[in-house]
């Protein structure tokens, strides 16, 4: 396994904000080195199973993920401006494989509010088998230490994720987007963080396309999300950075005061063991009410609902 290994990977799963098709992403990272790869694409597990096989058939370690929504408070607020944080989460064996689908399933049915959202009773009732990282710049922690400016806090929020996920479960996630205005800051302030908390540090790219030469295509993807256009001033925009699928010499180059934070990417990536049982009919087991048939209770059910 290389020196580093990418956490944070979006594909044309993460709807109108990732470019590559799985089948892409993954023969690409064969050829950079990579012998494990995470797909987290935002809110959703759509490409998993794609990604999984596509994963087996390359000789890449598939570890399956998702960047999940997270309300700020209960799931079932549907009236906040704040809407949602951001937080990656991957599953390490079966059992987180199984949480996480729960997780989507359940931010879809009952936390579904402009996005699937989370929040914390469900990560603490479905944590098992999972681990979590601090995300992006949307991500809580990174919000409280950019836009409220509260480090004390920041600490707190910490602690607390480190408490619903369990020790070594709850990473930092530090960036490497030196491009982009604030990151740089904000890995310092996490690596004080880290410090100060014990809580352990990552490398991720949060990449969303192949090559840098993609931008253009990206940048196009975002406006026919946004309904803008190229020529519009003040939109959002990924143009000012890199967020291609960069080799592992490159990142680790730019992270020489951090080793570990790279190490910390393969130790995860070592402890993933996922073995899923495909080509197979995995039925639900529903209990039939007594005198009534299989299609009776199904037509019952259709209709109630």
Known sequence: MSDFVHLHVHSHYSLLDGLPKIEE???????????????????????????????QKEGVKPIIGMEAYLAPGSRFDKDKDDRYYHLILLATNYVGYKNLMKLSSLAHLEGFYYKPRLDKDLLKQYHEGLVASSACMSGEIPRILRNENNYE???????????????????????????????????????????????????????????????EAQDILTCIRDGRTLDEDNRATMNAFDCSLNS?????????????????????????????????????AIEIPEGKTADQYLREQVYEK
């Open 25 to 55: 992403l993954v023969k690409k990272a064969k050829s950079l080195g990579y012998k494990a790869l995470a797909l987290t694409d935002h809110g959703n597990m759509y490409g998993a199973i794609e990604f999984y096989e596509c994963c």
């Open 248 to 284: 592992a010499k490159d990142i680790a180059g730019r992270f020489k005061h951090c080793p570990e934070a790279l190490e910390n990417t393969v130790k995860i990536a070592e402890r993933v063991d996922l073995k899923l049982e495909l080509n197979k009919w995995h039925f639900p």
């Open 153 to 215: 806090k920041a600490k707190k929020i910490v602690l607390e994720y480190e408490d619903i996920f369990g020790k070594g479960n709850f990473f930092l996630e530090m960036m490497d987007l030196p491009a982009l205005e604030g990151q740089m800051e904000l890995n310092t302030k996490l690596i004080q963080l880290s410090n100060d908390t014990g809580v352990p540090l990552i490398v991720t790219r949060d990449s969303h396309y192949l090559k840098t030469e993609d931008s």
